[in-house]
């Protein structure tokens, strides 16, 4: 099953803790209902052997994070508040935490976090990675957004139908999360069943950060530049140049959905060559700068958008 660890930091709110596992076992529920048996198991852990100091006069004592991982965990989900509280016990959770998650990342399938410190901790980490690992991190800044966080991760794992049947499980809303992703371009489906091309996006996803010419393109499908320039057009309808940018466009907008990281570092994490760049992309894509589509994500008037150009 896959490995759920909740990892409770400072200031967290019991509420985001219970929320995250009754979400996690409802959709447990909802899963055994249709393949027979549960998809996750599910774990919460302190970083020290003390008591974690939440919100108010609340502490969390529960088992700690094991030194040895003997197998795999397929979701990290540091939950944190929204406040500092650096006195005591507070800097050695936070401290253990990031030191935890940086030397077991490899270990790790996703990281996500609840509240400023959840994602003060889990950042630090995740920007220390090897620039090779390009793996996102899955944020809910604000405090007490535990739920919206983990039907977010249920629908990526189990998809969406599973997660509206989890809300209505726990008597939540499904609207204000419907979809994590509010931009998205259609060019994944776009390879008409051509084995080569659908390889090459997954490819190209997972390697945006790097510097990608049509000459690296052509050399994945062993063509010449001339020859996979025409065929790359003549398959998806569009040129690969554009293509790029599309999918760069695609994860920054999950990057400005889910963290609070600036426009700058979003641009160098998805590839573009300077923040000026990914503006003008936002600009001749969205009609709108990458600063009015966080507004907008935040204020909740943005709707699904699936380009296709």
Same mark, same amino acid.
């Given at each position: 099953?896959?490995?759920?660890?909740?990892?409770?930091?400072?200031?967290?709110?019991?509420?985001?803790?219970?929320? $995250?596992?009754?979400?996690?076992?409802?959709?447990?529920?909802?899963?055994?209902? @249709?393949? !027979?048996?549960?998809?996750?198991?599910?774990? %919460?852990?302190?970083? $020290? #052997?003390?008591?974690?100091?939440? $919100?108010?006069?609340?502490?969390?004592?529960?088992?700690?994070?094991?030194?040895?991982? @003997?197998?795999?965990?397929?979701?990290?989900?540091? +939950?944190?508040?929204?406040?500092?509280?650096?006195?005591?016990?507070? @800097?050695?959770?936070?401290?253990?935490?990031?030191?935890? +998650?940086?030397?077991?990342?490899?270990?790790?399938?996703?990281?996500?976090?609840? !509240?400023? +410190?959840?994602?003060?901790?889990?950042?630090?980490?995740?920007?220390?990675?090897?620039?090779?690992?390009?793996?996102?991190?899955?944020?809910?800044?604000?405090?007490?957004?535990?739920?919206?966080?983990?039907?977010?991760?249920?629908?990526?794992?189990?998809?969406?139908?599973?997660?509206?049947?989890?809300?209505?499980?726990?008597?939540?809303?499904?609207?204000?999360?419907?979809?994590?992703?509010?931009?998205?371009?259609?060019?994944?489906?776009?390879? %008409? !069943?051509? %084995?080569?091309?659908?390889?090459?996006?997954?490819?190209?996803?997972?390697?945006?950060?790097?510097?990608?010419?049509?000459? %690296?393109? $052509?050399?994945?499908?062993?063509?010449?530049?001339?020859?996979? !320039?025409?065929?790359?057009?003549?398959?998806?309808?569009?040129? #690969?140049?554009?293509?790029?940018?599309?999918?760069?466009?695609?994860?920054?907008?999950?990057?400005?959905?889910?963290?609070?990281?600036?426009?700058?570092?979003?641009?160098?994490?998805?590839?573009?060559?300077?923040?000026?760049?990914?503006?003008?992309?936002?600009?001749?894509?969205?009609?709108?700068?990458?600063?009015?589509?966080?507004?907008?994500?935040?204020?909740?008037?943005?709707?699904?958008?699936?380009?296709?150009?």
């Amino acid at each position: 099953m896959a490995q759920i660890w909740l990892i409770v930091v400072d200031g967290f709110e019991l509420f985001d803790v219970a929320a $995250a596992m009754q979400v996690f076992e409802a959709a447990n529920v909802a899963h055994s209902e @249709s393949h !027979g048996r549960s998809f996750y198991e599910i774990h %919460t852990l302190v970083p $020290a #052997p003390t008591p974690v100091q939440g $919100a108010g006069s609340a502490f969390l004592n529960a088992r700690e994070l094991p030194s040895n991982m @003997s197998e795999a965990v397929h979701t990290a989900m540091v +939950i944190g508040g929204a406040a500092w509280n650096m006195l005591g016990n507070s @800097s050695i959770h936070m401290r253990r935490a990031r030191e935890w +998650i940086l030397e077991h990342r490899s270990q790790i399938g996703r990281i996500a976090s609840v !509240g400023t +410190i959840g994602f003060t901790v889990a950042d630090a980490a995740h920007q220390r990675a090897a620039p090779s690992d390009t793996r996102r991190l899955w944020d809910a800044v604000s405090a007490s957004s535990g739920m919206k966080l983990a039907l977010k991760l249920v629908a990526d794992d189990l998809g969406q139908p599973i997660a509206i049947r989890v809300t209505a499980q726990i008597g939540a809303s499904w609207e204000p999360i419907a979809t994590p992703f509010r931009f998205r371009s259609d060019l994944p489906e776009r390879a %008409t !069943g051509d %084995t080569r091309v659908i390889a090459l996006h997954a490819w190209m996803v997972e390697n945006l950060h790097k510097r990608l010419s049509v000459n %690296t393109l $052509a050399e994945r499908l062993s063509m010449t530049p001339r020859t996979f !320039g025409r065929f790359y057009l003549r398959t998806t309808g569009i040129t #690969p140049a554009r293509a790029l940018e599309l999918l760069r466009l695609s994860r920054a907008c999950d990057e400005i959905e889910t963290t609070p990281m600036s426009f700058k570092a979003i641009a160098l994490r998805c590839g573009f060559s300077a923040e000026e760049v990914m503006r003008r992309a936002f600009l001749r894509v969205l009609k709108m700068s990458p600063s009015e589509y966080r507004r907008q994500y935040w204020a909740g008037t943005l709707r699904l958008s699936l380009i296709h150009i």
